[in-house]
Each structure stands twice: as structure tokens, then as C-alpha cells.
């Protein structure tokens, strides 16, 4: 039996989107030891996952704290990884294989820089879609991929019929009107105006309700929607996730609900700016879809509405 390490440290939306790539290290390494890396908003949820034996935290401290990188690296080693699968693929991690395993390829530390098809650079490479470089760099690594494309974070969901009772929620679409600070680029701004829509055309059949993140909830007060919250506090990850997968529908600017709501095989939309699209981030399922716009203020709300139309019913 060997000890295999995935590295994954996150956002929010890469877990889910990993989810396929680790089921298929999982089952290719039968009989083997499946450890991961991880941050610590992801700690507790891989402990969950069905496929990961062990989680080991890493708290990304800068780099130049020596005492820290140096307690980091004992713990890794200590397990003497056969085989190290990099799916998060970013300079830190590019660090830490020049310290691990300085002269490895792909045989040993399974990675894009490791994998990269020859006479493509990254930057190409880094154009198609996620889920397509994770298929690629899997099977350059001789993993078969049965999932990869196909991500289910369905694992991650928790029963929250009590939530859901204290709400008195049955029928609900949900919105996700949120996104980070400094990625503003990313708001869709006529959130109001589709509740409006909703109830109107719907006639109250569906409740519109949202689940603001921890830093989220005071703006989740200028949305004319029901704020859940489980006791004053925002929903973890895994109740977020049951919630998602008991909706009618869910509507979100391209962040991290948005990408629960198409692994989990549930019904909804993504609105695009210009800032990627839907292809590059492997976001559209069967259910799920996206609509995209070069600038999302030039988006109308009827269009969202009748997109939602065509889908929920």
C-alpha cells in the first residue's frame, strides 16, 4: 500500500469543479492511501469526501516563514507520497514540488507543468477548460478518467430539513446576488427587479429566498428575498450544498454557489460578464446553463426570467 497526495487548496468553486479528478485518483489508486492538502474553509468538508483517507491542513503562510514552510514539509514527508497529483497548479504549489520532489516528472508529481503537451506553453494550454486540462493531465499520468469531466459534489450535502421547516420553505428558488469585493465585475445588478418578475408571473408558487456568506449578510438586506440563516449565522459549506440540491432553481453570479449548483445536478443559472465565459470554466450541465453578456448591467431582467421560465418547468 502507498501513500498518494492530491493538492487542492480551493476557491470555493475549484473544490466542487475537482471533485470528478479526485474520484478518479481515488479509484485508479485501489488499495493505496488517498491524502489531501487543502485550506483550512475546505478542512473539515474533505473529511467528508468518500475517496480521501486523510486531509492535512496547509495555512499558506508567506512563503519566506521558515518555520512554518519547514513544519509544512516534515508533515509531507513524513508520508513519503508515492505520487503527488498538483490539481491546484499554482506557483505555490510549483514551490513546494522544487522542495519535495525537485527533479520529478510527471511519474511522481502529476501536474500542467509536468504534463504540459509538447510545444504548447501554459498560457496556451491555460485557455481551454478546466475540467478538460484536469481530464488531459490525468490521463497523461496514466489515470483512467471516468468522472473527471463529469464532477458530483453531491458527497458534501447534509439534511437540513430543520432549517428548511423553520423557514417554511417548500417550493423556493434561490439567489445567489453576491461576489467578492474586488471582483465587482462579476454583480449582475437587477436581482430585485427578477424577484418582482417571479412573483408576479408565479403567483407565489416558488418562495425567493437567499443564503448570504458570512460576509455577505448585511448586504443581503437590499435583496427583497427571505435570508437563510442557521441561527443568525450563515450556512457551512455542506448545508449550503443540501440547500442548493433541495431548490426549485437557483440563479447566481459566477461564484462559488454557482458551481455547487451545477455539480450537484441541480437546476439554474449563471450570469456571465465579460470577465471569462461559461466554456473556460466548465460551469454548464445538463441543468445548469449560463447566460453571458459583454457587460452585465446590459443584461435585462426579462431575459434571466425567461431563461428561468424555459428551465424550471
Request: charge should be positive; aromatic fraction near 10%; glycine fraction near 4%.
Given at each position: 500500500?502507498?501513500?498518494?497526495?492530491?493538492?487542492?487548496?480551493?476557491?470555493?468553486?475549484?473544490?466542487?469543479?475537482?471533485?470528478?479528478?479526485?474520484?478518479?485518483?481515488?479509484?485508479?489508486?485501489?488499495?493505496?492511501?488517498?491524502?489531501?492538502?487543502?485550506?483550512?474553509?475546505?478542512?473539515?468538508?474533505?473529511?467528508?469526501?468518500?475517496?480521501?483517507?486523510?486531509?492535512?491542513?496547509?495555512?499558506?503562510?508567506s512563503k519566506i516563514n521558515l518555520i512554518y514552510l519547514y513544519l509544512l514539509m516534515?508533515?509531507?514527508?513524513?508520508?513519503?507520497?508515492?505520487?503527488?497529483?498538483?490539481?491546484?497548479?499554482?506557483?505555490?504549489?510549483?514551490?513546494?514540488?522544487?522542495?519535495?520532489?525537485?527533479?520529478?516528472?510527471?511519474?511522481?508529481?502529476?501536474?500542467?507543468?509536468?504534463?504540459?503537451?509538447?510545444?504548447?506553453?501554459?498560457?496556451?494550454?491555460?485557455?481551454?477548460?478546466?475540467?478538460?486540462?484536469?481530464?488531459?493531465?490525468?490521463?497523461?499520468?496514466?489515470?483512467?478518467?471516468?468522472?473527471?469531466?463529469?464532477?458530483?459534489?453531491?458527497?458534501?450535502?447534509?439534511?437540513?430539513?430543520?432549517?428548511?421547516?423553520?423557514?417554511?420553505?417548500?417550493?423556493?428558488?434561490?439567489?445567489?446576488?453576491?461576489?467578492?469585493?474586488?471582483?465587482?465585475?462579476?454583480?449582475?445588478?437587477?436581482?430585485?427587479?427578477?424577484?418582482?418578475?417571479?412573483?408576479?408571473?408565479?403567483?407565489?408558487?416558488?418562495?425567493?429566498?437567499?443564503?448570504?456568506?458570512?460576509?455577505?449578510?448585511?448586504?443581503?438586506?437590499?435583496?427583497?428575498?427571505?435570508?437563510?440563516?442557521?441561527?443568525?449565522?450563515?450556512?457551512?459549506?455542506?448545508?449550503?450544498?443540501?440547500?442548493?440540491?433541495?431548490?426549485?432553481?437557483?440563479?447566481?453570479?459566477?461564484?462559488?454557489?454557482?458551481?455547487?449548483?451545477?455539480?450537484?445536478?441541480?437546476?439554474?443559472?449563471?450570469?456571465?460578464?465579460?470577465?471569462?465565459?461559461?466554456?473556460?470554466?466548465?460551469?454548464?450541465?445538463?441543468?445548469?446553463?449560463?447566460?453571458?453578456?459583454?457587460?452585465?448591467?446590459?443584461?435585462?431582467?426579462?431575459?434571466?426570467?425567461?431563461?428561468?421560465?424555459?428551465?424550471?418547468?
Amino acid at each position: 500500500m502507498s501513500n498518494i497526495l492530491i493538492i487542492k487548496h480551493g476557491s470555493l468553486g475549484d473544490i466542487a469543479q475537482a471533485c470528478g479528478a479526485i474520484q478518479d485518483i481515488s479509484e485508479n489508486h485501489k488499495g493505496d492511501q488517498i491524502h489531501l492538502l487543502t485550506t483550512k474553509p475546505y478542512f473539515e468538508l474533505f473529511k467528508k469526501n468518500p475517496h480521501i483517507s486523510n486531509v492535512i491542513l496547509d495555512k499558506r503562510l508567506s512563503k519566506i516563514n521558515l518555520i512554518y514552510l519547514y513544519l509544512l514539509m516534515r508533515e509531507i514527508k513524513k508520508h513519503n507520497f508515492s505520487k503527488v497529483y498538483d490539481l491546484q497548479n499554482s506557483s505555490r504549489t510549483s514551490f513546494y514540488k522544487n522542495i519535495l520532489f525537485p527533479k520529478a516528472d510527471k511519474t511522481i508529481w502529476c501536474s500542467t507543468e509536468t504534463t504540459l503537451p509538447e510545444g504548447t506553453t501554459k498560457k496556451d494550454f491555460d485557455k481551454d477548460s478546466v475540467l478538460s486540462r484536469f481530464d488531459y493531465q490525468l490521463k497523461s499520468s496514466g489515470i483512467n478518467t471516468n468522472h473527471t469531466m463529469k464532477p458530483d459534489f453531491s458527497w458534501s450535502t447534509v439534511d437540513i430539513s430543520e432549517i428548511k421547516k423553520s423557514y417554511e420553505l417548500d417550493k423556493y428558488i434561490i439567489l445567489f446576488p453576491f461576489c467578492s469585493p474586488h471582483l465587482t465585475t462579476k454583480k449582475w445588478p437587477y436581482y430585485n427587479d427578477l424577484i418582482s418578475m417571479i412573483n408576479d408571473k408565479f403567483q407565489n408558487k416558488f418562495k425567493v429566498v437567499t443564503a448570504p456568506g458570512p460576509y455577505e449578510i448585511e448586504d443581503a438586506k437590499n435583496i427583497n428575498a427571505l435570508c437563510v440563516l442557521d441561527n443568525g449565522k450563515a450556512l457551512n459549506i455542506s448545508q449550503l450544498s443540501g440547500f442548493i440540491k433541495d431548490s426549485s432553481f437557483v440563479v447566481a453570479n459566477d461564484t462559488g454557489p454557482a458551481h455547487i449548483t451545477a455539480h450537484l445536478g441541480s437546476k439554474g443559472i449563471a450570469l456571465f460578464g465579460s470577465h471569462t465565459t461559461p466554456f473556460k470554466v466548465s460551469i454548464e450541465r445538463d441543468n445548469f446553463k449560463a447566460i453571458q453578456a459583454p457587460e452585465l448591467s446590459k443584461l435585462s431582467a426579462e431575459k434571466v426570467f425567461e431563461r428561468l421560465s424555459e428551465i424550471i418547468s
